[in-house]
């Protein structure tokens, strides 16, 4: 049988795990979205770098100077706190509404639901792919960065796509459900990026006192702690390993009970 002809839904990672080893729709649909968008503008994929590298750099410079941090610190604290972000944002507003996106396809049964989520992460991964080319120059020219910490990315960067992946599975059959959790979502998210340490920097909020207590209860913080830290050569919070871990396994959890018990159901809300 046609890997995309089966219509019953089974669990979570056993369906995953066959859309990683028939990637034909999501990569090609994605690549397809990603080509077709570029391809109509006269600077084409330097649309998909230019944004990333001016919020960087303008936005280093001006936030450098108001936080009394030397630029050559704070431009890959923030560049790297951002493109991560920008990432987690980016699969989830687009998983949320994946499902609606893709109604025709789920209508004829032809593919898995975690067809349409992979390809969320495969267009926010090709965006996180050139941001962290951006990024690498960044790297090379601050003093303060060693290139050695980059290999830190293949313990953490797991970790983090872990957490988002369950989180995009839950909002994806919540916002089949109930599509004003797209517009709730989005709302939520522009008040997180002013919420989370990425334009300021978290050392002005000890862990010890009640406005760094607060800022330590979001769990993007731990997310991008996690990663973040490595790489500029400082050790995580402990409570920032165990929240993303702890994360990770729970979500996973809820999310696989949510796909089992509620997947058979999308095609009917939708």
Do not use: C
């Given at each position: 049988m046609h890997p995309y002809k089966s219509t019953q839904i089974d669990s979570l990672v056993p369906d995953l795990w066959k859309s990683l080893r028939h990637p034909d729709y999501w990569a090609y649909s994605s690549w397809l979205a990603i080509a077709t968008k570029y391809r109509r503008t006269s600077l084409g994929i330097v649309w998909a770098v230019a944004?990333?590298?001016?919020?960087?750099?303008?936005?280093?410079?001006?936030?450098?100077?108001l936080m009394d941090n030397p630029l050559?610190?704070?431009?890959?604290?923030?560049?790297?706190?951002?493109?991560?972000?920008?990432?987690?944002?980016?699969?989830?507003t687009d998983a949320v509404g994946t499902f609606h996106t893709h109604k025709a396809f789920i209508m004829e049964g032809r593919v898995r639901l975690t067809d349409f989520i992979l390809s969320s992460f495969a267009k926010a991964?090709?965006?996180?792919?050139?941001?962290?080319?951006?990024?690498?120059?960044?790297?090379?020219?601050?003093?303060?960065?060693?290139?050695?910490?980059?290999?830190?990315?293949?313990?953490?960067?797991?970790?983090?796509?872990?957490?988002?992946?369950?989180?995009?599975v839950c909002v994806a059959m919540l916002g089949a459900r109930a599509p004003d959790v797209q517009e709730a979502i989005g709302t939520v998210l522009i008040?997180?990026?002013?919420?989370?340490?990425?334009?300021?920097?978290?050392?002005?909020?000890?862990?010890?006192?009640l406005r760094g207590g607060v800022v330590r209860f979001n769990p993007a913080f731990h997310m991008l702690d996690v990663v973040r830290a490595p790489l500029l050569g400082k050790m995580p919070e402990t409570t920032s390993i165990?929240?993303?871990?702890?994360?990770?396994?729970?979500?996973?959890?809820?999310?696989?009970?949510?796909?089992?018990?509620?997947?058979?159901?999308v095609a009917l809300w939708i």
């Open positions: 944004p990333f590298a001016v919020f960087v750099i303008v936005l280093g410079n001006v936030y450098s100077h050559t610190e704070f431009l890959p604290y923030l560049g790297t706190g951002y493109l991560l972000w920008r990432f987690m944002i980016q699969v989830i991964g090709f965006h996180l792919l050139l941001g962290g080319l951006v990024m690498l120059a960044v790297y090379i020219w601050s003093p303060a960065i060693h290139l050695s910490s980059l290999w830190t990315l293949l313990l953490t960067m797991p970790l983090l796509i872990a957490n988002v992946a369950w989180i995009a008040l997180g990026l002013l919420l989370t340490p990425i334009l300021w920097s978290v050392e002005k909020f000890p862990a010890d006192t165990v929240v993303v871990l702890v994360m990770a396994v729970l979500g996973w959890i809820v999310a696989s009970l949510l796909y089992r018990r509620y997947g058979r159901f």
